[in-house]
């Protein structure tokens, strides 16, 4: 595919998600999310071979089945107002959280590093921010489906080898956590969601420059100041204190509405998820010592991106708050 083509495909990426933010009504906000996944099929076939393509129906199928839910539920909810809990149910659909996350991991494993990363960041945005526009009473009936969410991100992801698995599984728990910011504050959500992608940017910046697939070979690299970057952006990823990861998630559970029981299968799963990722890293972790940083390391960009990954939200807290 042609660089001009990628470029409208992205604008279009870009567009439909600023266009389902600024809606006023459903009609609108599934307009977004259609022209949100057309934009994004193109940019699946990297490589243009069949696991890709495997790849692009595994993800329009369920896609267009959640939109198809939610606009014939927009529809038949101005007669039956008990019908607007299918519209949560195609949004769970389309962000791919447990239990209707079966297309999810499938799609993962058959991408390439780059629209990966665009499925697991930005491709959240747009049915998180629909979700929030929901009434109160439906907010609150999603609390079991984030409870849910978690804990599955947590159980899925043990025993997992391939890194984007892990990253997979990690972010089925995470849209479980921003399934209940939603439920606490505006801006909660919206810190939470950049955190995430800002923490998933500087893992995917490594993961490009390695091109590495299972965990044993994710810290092969030579280089020590990488090594150590990425340890502490998965930790934080998985919420280990005191990164910026577990912070996000103390103001969710300081703020939230939830009932203690959604807010306990929270935590349980989050710890879960922490239990992996430090078994993973635990070894680089202990080796920290005999790490030998040269100066051209101590000053190299993908440091940069790593302290901005890290401080930039604190910074927002502070700033809101």
């Not at 999810?104 to 697991?120: G, H, K, R």
């Not at 080796?287 to 790593?306: D, R």
Request: with cysteine; net charge positive.
């Amino acid at each position: 595919m042609k660089s001009p083509s990628k470029l409208l495909f992205v604008f279009l990426l870009i567009s439909s998600t600023y266009l389902v933010a600024s809606s006023s009504n459903w009609l609108t906000t599934w307009m977004g999310l259609e022209i949100n996944m057309l934009g994004y099929i193109p940019l699946i076939f990297m490589k243009e071979n069949t696991s890709e393509s495997e790849a692009a129906v595994k993800y329009l199928i369920p896609q267009s089945l959640g939109s198809t839910i939610f606009i014939s539920s927009a529809i038949i909810s101005m007669y039956f107002n008990n019908m607007q809990i299918l519209m949560v149910i195609a949004m769970c659909l389309k962000l791919g959280v447990a239990p209707f996350h079966f297309w999810f991991p499938p799609v993962m494993l058959s991408l390439q590093l780059m629209p990966a990363f665009i499925l697991l960041t930005w491709q959240k945005i747009a049915p998180v921010l629909a979700i929030s526009s929901f009434s109160l009473l439906l907010v609150k009936m999603i609390m079991p489906i984030a409870m849910i969410s978690a804990l599955w991100g947590g159980i899925g992801g043990i025993n997992q080898t391939d890194i984007r698995s892990l990253l997979t599984y990690s972010s089925i728990g995470h849209t479980g956590w921003m399934l209940a910011s939603i439920y606490s504050n505006y801006t909660i959500l919206i810190t939470y969601l950049l955190t995430y992608i800002l923490i998933n940017i500087s893992i995917y910046s490594f993961l490009l420059k390695e091109d590495s697939k299972s965990s044993k070979q994710l810290f092969s690299s030579k280089e020590s100041m990488m090594i150590f970057m990425l340890s502490i952006s998965i930790l934080s990823l998985g919420g280990l204190p005191p990164l910026v990861g577990f912070v996000m998630k103390l103001l969710v559970l300081m703020l939230t509405k939830a009932k203690m029981v959604i807010i306990f299968g929270l935590v349980i799963g989050a710890l879960m998820s922490l239990f992996y990722y430090l078994s993973l890293t635990f070894s680089v972790l202990l080796s920290f010592t005999k790490m030998h940083f040269t100066k051209s390391q101590m000053i190299s960009k993908q440091l940069t991106l790593f302290f901005s990954a890290q401080i930039l939200p604190l910074t927002l807290i502070l700033f809101f708050f």
